[in-house]
Every structure is written in C-alpha cells, then in structure tokens.
C-alpha cells in the first residue's frame, strides 16, 4: 500500500509519524489524500536558479481551494554516477509516459476536459487578467491536482468556482482552434454544448468512487473502470475468475476494463496493443533504455519482466515481475510503475496508474544501521521487566529512501511511505519492502514550520526555539527508534497469544504506544549522544515537547466536533501524554497553562517525565506479554479515547484561524539530458517552482492517448 501524504501531513502534524510496520498490507486502507500561480502562465518560464541553496530553497510554492503545493530536493542526486543519472533519467520518462492513463481511469471525459482547459491557458488571444480566466485557471489547477474533476480525496465531482456555464462558453470560444481537442469536424459549439453539462451539472458524474451502501457502488460510481455493469455484475465475475484454494492467486481484474455487452463480459487488458497501449508502448520503449543502465542483473531481469507484462497483459507476469522487484534490495535506485492501488476501484479489484522513482537515502540509511546495530543494547537497557526482554534482539530493517519523481496516481499528492507488493501471497512466501520517503517528509515538516501551528501551539519561548533548531531531527529519530528498536523490542510470557488475539481492539493503540514509548525512552538517554545520532540532548527535549504538544493539543485538529478518538496512533499518543499529565501532576512534570484564555501544556521537568515514560513502558509491556485484555482497556478507554468538549473547540477555533490547507501536493523535480550531439552527455536536476507551468509543459510531451479510450 502507499501511505498517501495527506495523511502523512496530518500526522506529522500531529505527531510526526506513520508507522509502517504495523500496517498490514491493504487492511487498512487510507484512500488518497492544490495555491495561486500568476495569471499569465507560459510553459517554460518556471526554472528556477539551479544555484538556489538549500537555506534559501523555497519549500511552499503554491496555494488554492483546500490545497498547498510544495517542493521537494533530492540531496543524494549529485552523489550519483552517470550511469544512475542515466538509469533515472529514463525511469523519469517512462513514469511520465504513463499519466494520461490515470486521467482516464477516474473518469472517461478527463482529458477531453483537461485538454479543453489547457487549449483556453495556452491560447495567445485570450485575455488572461480577466475574472473568468482566473477561475478557469484555478478550476485546471485543482483538475490538474486530482487527476481529474473529481476531488482527490473525496471523490465528489468539483465544480468550478467563479466560473459561469457562459464564462467557460466565452473562453473556449476565444481559444485557438489547432489547440482544442476537437473531434474530426466537430465544431467549438458542439465542444462546448457536450462539455457544459459535464463541468457545471453537479448530477453528473456526481462521485468517481460512490460508497453510498444504498446505491449500486459500480453503476453510480463515475470512474472508468467499468462500462454497464452493477455490483453484482462484477462479483459474478469475480466469482467466476476466482479458482479455490490456489496458493498463488492472481490479482484478479487488477489490469484491465470490464465492459458488459448483452449478458457478457468483455474485459478489456491494459497493454501494448490494447487499452491504453499508446501510452504503455511510451513506458516500454523508456523502460528498455533504462534496462540497458540496470544498476545489477537482478535490478534488469525485473524491469525486463515488467516490459514482459506490458506487453502480454497477464497478471501471472504481474507476480513474475512483483517477485523479482520485491527481490531487489541492493540497488540504490528503485522504481514503483503499474496498476498498484485499488482505491478508486469501489470493489477494490482495478489498479490505478503509478509511478514513483526512488533512491535510497544514504543519510538515513545510516541512522537506522546505527540503531538497529544496537538493538541488543536498548533491549537490555529496556526499563521492561527482565522476563519480557529479548535476550537476542534483530532492530526491525526500515529503509529510507528520497524520491526523485512521481507521475500518475503518486503526484502532485504523494505518499509519505510505501508497503508494496499488495498481493498477500508474494508478501509471505518473498516478502515485501516497506520504506519511509525521508524527503518527501522532510518537506512536509518544514512547511508546517512556516504555517503558525508551532507558534500557536507552543508553551513558550525556549520550547519555540527549540523546536526551530532540533524539530527535523527529533522527528526522524522518533520514527526510527519507533520503527527500528520499538516495535522489534519484548517478547511474551510462555504461553500467551499474540496481542491480536489477548488485547483484539486494543492491540493496535497499545502497540503503537509501546513502540512511541520505547522511542520517547530512549530519546532523551544520552547514549544517542555517544551514539552521534543527536548533537545534544536538546534533540530529545524537542521531540518531548513537540510529542505532548501533538498529543494533548493539536492532534484535535483533526477530529469533528463531538467526535472520540477513533484512530490507533492518535489513541496510543493521547493515552501516553494523558497518562504522564496526570501521574507527574504533584510534581508538575507537565503544567497545564492559561494564557490569554488559550490552553498550552508545558514540560517542566524532562528527566521525570523520562522516568514516567519508562514506568509506562513497563506496564505496557506488561500488558502485551501477558495478554492482560482488562488492563489494555482500562488505559486505553480511561487516557486514549475520550476528548475534553471544551478543549476540543478551542483547539478547532485556534487551528482553523492558522488556515493551514488540509492537502499537499509536490511540484515534481525534473531530471533533463545535457546532450551532446545525439548522446546524453551529463542529466541535470531542476527544481521547478510554478505548479502549472509544469503541468502544462508535462502535458505538451506526454499526452499520448486519444481524449476517448
Ligand atoms: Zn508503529
């Protein structure tokens, strides 16, 4: 599964992190998750110094309806060889081939629509200062961001705002024919007279994925995936698809159209030579180039075998090629392409197209070497009752890496982390690789530094400057320790089941918490110093700070009005922070201040509040290893679950004032061949700064299917 980013900002907001290793894959499935550029916008005017540093590199590049669009860098490009840059380079270009197909799966007029609103940006003769061509932009902006008009997270179809049903009549009208996608012998009239409708008639196309339980999922849902069938067409299908007790099942429909003519199924393959086979022919011709600058033998037997799949068609070249790519762990570049996720399908079987260009990231990867090498270390100096240590502890191997590039489903909006492969058969018998995306993060964290929620929020003055000079590291050791030691650390009593059997409903918040425990623990332990993984224990204070801030403040955000705590995280944090509010209260370890009639809570003494972790840790840990169901739900029910009323509303009315955009989305870094003659001399990084521009130049060179499919 991919973790998508909104989500991953809400947390990082929130506490900073999406714990991977406890996320089964697809059981617990986030669905995924747009500014205001100049009028004028031309295709190539957006490149930004190549010489931007990174303290002045500007992260937040764009704002509109309910998004933001951000930048990311890519900091271990320039340490690559000519050959990586190469093998990128393609892999960018065969990403990009593919994108249309995701337009098209959302929704069959996507790019009819799309193209017609880029014909009107891209026309000479339109006059781009006025009111209507200003929301037509913006409406394009959130067309572009979402794949389609259908909202990225919501699904519900998105309606342009400020623009009239004559306004977009008017534009069209203006624009230049040559660029309009218009039918042989259609006229602008006719254009206009079949898009009308389909842009401003809220009934239509009402919801690209309709979960409604009172309604047909597949009839009423708007997207692609299917032509005439109902629900129980599909499960028919699937039934008859479906061969009993194989060991190794396909993932049945997950590559291909189901259409229903008279009583049949007629099933429609993505691949070279069928549906969307201009596209895929694109992505193979890169991926061959990218074959030939395959960084080992295994890394190019597995892209020949996704060549092979597009090619044929057959989902038993889809695990050929899953097996091979869950296989390569040593490359330092890897690449994520095809139909992986099932979200927008509302049966959950058809995958949308993706594609993410990956390198692992060095820094980090060291980080968690480092700890997990002292995994035996923490385990014995774990405050956890003697009988409960592992006596041989193995850190649990998390990868980092940077992503280079997203196209299709995992951009602009993009995933905080990836849990891949999906199909559950080729998880158990090969495995599968679960990475944190560093940079992605990283981005996400310093925006919300510019956004007022830390000054809003925060205790004080020296929690302030704390958090501004040690926030991105205590962020990134939280989640390490959490994933690498926390979640690797203790062992159960002889006998006794695992948490999801003894602890059922509370074995993911108690989970959770042990993991954030053992890192908040070992945060402030100045071993880490020793370690050189923090300059000082200053990192450790930040981390304390910003986890109770999150956990007793922010985190609220999120939650409606009279709504508990529903989800495993927020419940394990709040448990924690409660818990130690409440035990440390004669000693005032965390003050609960009032200034101004808003509430903060401050840390007043980091070593007890240390010790209180540690005394939580060990109940906690108790909990899990001997099962003890009662115990799991009295913490959890009595710290976790219930919200103060009054807190709450304070908490919302504060946020919403801040007007921090609920989804992010990433202008994607362009890699460009320096040529010399007809050979790629050197490959370039470029950091673009102008979200439409981007768009528009992405879509000047890879449109590559018709507007109908
Ligand atoms: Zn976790």
């Not at 998880?427 to 925006?447: C, F, M, P, Y």
């Not at 370690?531 to 922010?554: I, Q, T």
């Not at 508990?564 to 000693?587: F, V």
């Amino acid at each position: 599964m991919t973790l998508r980013s909104n989500l991953t900002a809400a947390l990082s907001l929130l506490g900073p992190w999406l714990c991977l290793s406890q996320l089964p894959a697809c059981t617990n499935k986030k669905p995924d998750v747009p500014v205001v550029v100049p009028a004028a916008v031309t295709a190539k005017a957006d490149k930004a110094p190549a010489a931007e540093s990174k303290s002045d590199f500007k992260i937040t590049a764009d704002r509109f309806a309910d998004v933001r669009i951000l930048r990311y860098r890519v900091a271990g490009f320039d340490k690559l060889s000519k050959q990586q840059k190469l093998a990128l380079y393609y892999l960018q270009q065969a990403a990009l081939s593919g994108r249309d197909i995701t337009y098209d799966q959302r929704y069959a007029h996507n790019l009819q629509i799309k193209r017609t609103l880029e014909a009107v940006v891209r026309s000479p003769g339109i006059d781009k200062s006025s009111k209507p061509y200003e929301a037509l932009l913006s409406y394009l902006k959130r067309v572009w961001f979402a794949n389609g008009i259908h909202h990225h997270y919501s699904s519900k179809k998105m309606l342009p705002e400020g623009l009239s049903a004559e306004d977009f009549a008017a534009l069209v009208r203006s624009a230049d024919a040559s660029l309009l996608p218009l039918d042989s012998g259609q006229t602008k009239e006719a254009l206009i007279a079949q898009l009308t409708p389909l842009l401003f008639d809220p009934a239509i196309a009402a919801k690209a994925v309709n979960k409604d339980p009172g309604q047909d999922a597949v009839a009423t849902s708007a997207n692609h995936f299917y032509v005439g069938l109902t629900k129980e067409d599909v499960e028919r299908y699937v039934k008859e698809r479906t061969v009993s007790d194989d060991p190794t099942p396909i993932s049945v429909g997950l590559n291909s159209q189901l259409v229903k003519s008279g009583s049949s199924f007629e099933e429609r393959p993505w691949r070279v030579g069928g549906m969307y086979g201009a596209a895929l022919s694109e992505c193979v011709a890169w991926l061959q180039k990218a074959m030939e600058v395959a960084e080992t033998p295994t890394q190019r037997d597995a892209l020949g075998r996704l060549i092979t799949f597009y090619r044929t068609g057959s989902l038993e070249d889809w695990d050929r090629y899953s097996v091979a790519w869950v296989e390569d762990t040593t490359s330092k570049i890897d690449l994520i392409h095809g139909f992986i996720e099932t979200y927008g399908d509302p049966m959950g079987l058809r995958g949308t197209y993706e594609a993410l260009v990956q390198i692992e990231d060095d820094e980090a990867t060291k980080r968690m070497h480092t700890l997990s090498g002292q995994a035996q270390w923490f385990e014995d100096q774990s405050p956890i009752d003697a009988q409960y240590r592992k006596p041989n502890v193995v850190g649990v191997s998390a990868r980092v890496i940077e992503a280079v590039m997203g196209a299709g489903a995992t951009s602009p909006t993009m995933p905080g982390g990836i849990n891949l492969p999906n199909a559950p058969w080729i998880r158990q018998q090969h495995g599968s690789k679960s990475v944190t995306i560093g940079n992605v993060l990283a981005a996400i964290d310093e925006a919300e530094r510019d956004n007022g929620v830390l000054e809003e929020f925060g205790a004080g003055s020296r929690e302030l400057e704390r958090a501004k000079e040690n926030a991105s590291l205590a962020r990134a050791l939280l989640i390490d320790l959490h994933e690498v030691i926390g979640h690797a650390s203790g062992r159960l009593a002889p006998g006794i089941s695992g948490a999801n059997e003894t602890l059922r409903q509370y074995a993911s918040p108690i989970e959770e918490a042990r993991a954030d425990l053992v890192a908040l623990y070992y945060l402030l332990d100045p071993k880490l110093v020793t370690l050189k993984l923090m300059p000082s224990l200053d990192v450790g204070r930040a981390a304390y700070d910003a986890f109770v801030r999150n956990a007793l403040l922010v985190q609220l955000a999120r939650v409606s009005l009279g709504d508990d705590l529903e989800e495993a995280h927020m419940r394990g944090r709040q448990m924690i922070a409660h818990w130690a509010l409440e035990q440390g209260a004669a000693d005032s370890v965390i003050e609960k201040v009032s200034r101004g009639g808003k509430t903060y809570f401050a840390v007043r003494d980091y070593v007890k509040l240390r010790k209180l972790f540690g005394k939580l840790l060990a109940e906690v840990q108790r909990i899990k290893s001997q099962g003890d169901f009662e115990s799991a739900r009295e913490l959890i029910e009595s710290h976790g679950v219930k919200v103060d009323r009054e807190l709450h509303k304070e908490v919302r009315a504060r946020y919403a004032v801040l007007n921090v955009a609920p989804y992010t989305g990433f202008i994607q870094p362009e890699l460009v061949a320096v040529m010399n003659g007809s050979e790629i001399a050197d490959v370039k990084i470029e950091y673009p700064d102008d979200f439409a521009a981007q768009q528009l130049r992405y879509s000047e060179r890879f449109s590559f299917l018709p507007v109908r499919n």
